[in-house]
């Protein structure tokens, strides 16, 4: 006969048994489910809990999301569908593309304004209007812009200081 969770003494040293166990089975871990708070569960539905996969909203491509978000944050980086609605929905709406070609008035003279305003304000030497990377961005973001020299970039700046001194004065009497 076995004693369970009693104490023999003998002469050397004391031994304990510990008290027997019902089961060895550990309790589940207490599962909480967590709130999702990623900018990222925008752009998502959840389409297999079991599985732990989100479904795109704009291309309906499932990804896993059992280890974080980041895989979801780097499908919408790449998401094609995600992109072309955002570059439609920054310009104008989806409405306004259907029915008439977008058409947007050039100003040379505008872009030219904001080009002296934008190196006043940063204070960018004016000798970048002329650096082959300066054109290629103008060429890019407005093909029929016209890019000055530095020395009109100067004669600008000082035409516009001019105006804004003497609206001050105006206002100022």
């Given at each position: 006969?076995?004693?369970?969770?009693?104490?023999?003494?003998?002469?050397?040293?004391?031994?304990?048994?510990?008290?027997?166990t019902?089961?060895?089975?550990?309790p589940?871990?207490?599962?909480?489910?967590?709130?999702?708070?990623?900018?990222?569960?925008?752009?998502?539905?959840?389409s297999?809990?079991?599985?732990?996969?989100?479904?795109?909203?704009?291309?309906d491509?499932?990804?896993k999301?059992?280890?974080?978000?980041?895989?979801?944050?780097a499908?919408?980086?790449?998401?094609?569908?995600?992109?072309r609605?955002?570059?439609?929905?920054?310009?104008?709406?989806?409405?306004?593309?259907?029915?008439?070609?977008?058409?947007?008035?050039?100003?040379?003279?505008?872009?030219?304004?904001?080009?002296?305003?934008?190196?006043?304000?940063m204070?960018?030497?004016?000798?970048?209007?002329e650096?082959?990377?300066?054109?290629?961005?103008m060429s890019?973001?407005?093909?029929?812009?016209?890019?000055?020299?530095?020395?009109?970039?100067?004669?600008?700046?000082l035409?516009?200081w001019?105006?804004?001194?003497?609206i001050?004065?105006?206002?100022?009497?």
């Open positions: 006969m076995t004693n369970v969770g009693t104490t023999y003494a003998t002469s050397e040293n004391t031994v304990s048994t510990p008290p027997p019902i089961s060895n089975e550990m589940p871990p207490h599962t909480k489910k967590r709130r999702n708070r990623s900018e990222v569960w925008k752009h998502f539905i959840v297999s809990e079991e599985e732990q996969k989100a479904s795109c909203k704009y291309c491509t499932k990804i999301y059992n280890n974080g978000t980041s895989s979801m944050h499908h919408v980086s790449r998401c094609l569908v995600y992109k609605q955002r570059t439609l929905s920054s310009t104008t709406s989806v409405e306004e593309h259907v029915g008439s070609p977008l058409i947007v008035k050039f100003d040379q003279e505008a872009i030219r304004r904001a080009m002296v305003k934008m190196f006043i304000n204070e960018i030497p004016f000798r970048k209007v650096h082959e990377s300066f054109h290629e961005f890019l973001a407005s093909p029929r812009f016209q890019i000055c020299s530095r020395t009109t970039l100067a004669r600008d700046v035409k516009l001019d105006s804004e001194r003497m001050l004065k105006i206002f100022s009497l």
